[in-house]
C-alpha cells in the first residue's frame, strides 16, 4: 500500500468538512441560556471580550482537527470504540462522526449491492479485465458519494 501525502490532505481536509457540517447543525440546535445575573469579579472585562468573540463554525473544527491529529497517539491494543468513550468532551464532533463511520450495518444489502455491481461491470464485453481493475471500479463505485460526478 502506497501512502502519500496529497492523500492524507485530502482526508484531513474531508474530516474537517465533516467536523464542520456536524457543527455547524449542533450550534444551530442548541438554545442559548439565559444570562444570570453577573458576579463581582476580578477580571470581568476578560470575561466579557471571550463572552463577545465571535464563533466560527469553521475555526471550531480546524481547531477540533489540529487537536485531534497532535493529541498523542493512543496504544495499538485500544479498541477505537473504547477510545471514543474515553476521550474528551472537547472532542464531541468527532465522536459522532465516529459513531457514524464506525457502525456495523445489520444486514447484508451492502454486500449484495457490491456484488450486483461487480456482475455489471465483468460482462462478457469486459470479459478481459484485469482483477485490479474490477476491485478499482467497484471500490470508486461503492465511494462515489465522497466526490462530485456531476
Not at 25 to 32: E, I
Amino acid at each position: 500500500m502506497v501512502f502519500s501525502q496529497s492523500n492524507s490532505d485530502q482526508a484531513a481536509k474531508a474530516l474537517e468538512n465533516e467536523l464542520y457540517n456536524t457543527l455547524s447543525k449542533t450550534q444551530h440546535d442548541t438554545p442559548t441560556p439565559p444570562n444570570p445575573e453577573p458576579e463581582k469579579k476580578k477580571f470581568t472585562f476578560l470575561q466579557q471580550k471571550v463572552a463577545v468573540k465571535s464563533k466560527s463554525t469553521r475555526t471550531d473544527a480546524i481547531i477540533a482537527l489540529r487537536q485531534y491529529l497532535e493529541a498523542p497517539n493512543s496504544p495499538e491494543n485500544v479498541e477505537p470504540l473504547e477510545f471514543y468513550k474515553i476521550c474528551p468532551d472537547s472532542m464531541e464532533a468527532l465522536k459522532s462522526i465516529a459513531k457514524r463511520y464506525f457502525c456495523v450495518p445489520a444486514f447484508s444489502t451492502a454486500s449484495e449491492t457490491i456484488f450486483s455491481k461487480a456482475g455489471q461491470v465483468i460482462s462478457e464485453r469486459r470479459s478481459s479485465l484485469k482483477p485490479k481493475i474490477v476491485n478499482m471500479l467497484i471500490f470508486l463505485y461503492k465511494n462515489s458519494f465522497l466526490y462530485d460526478v456531476y
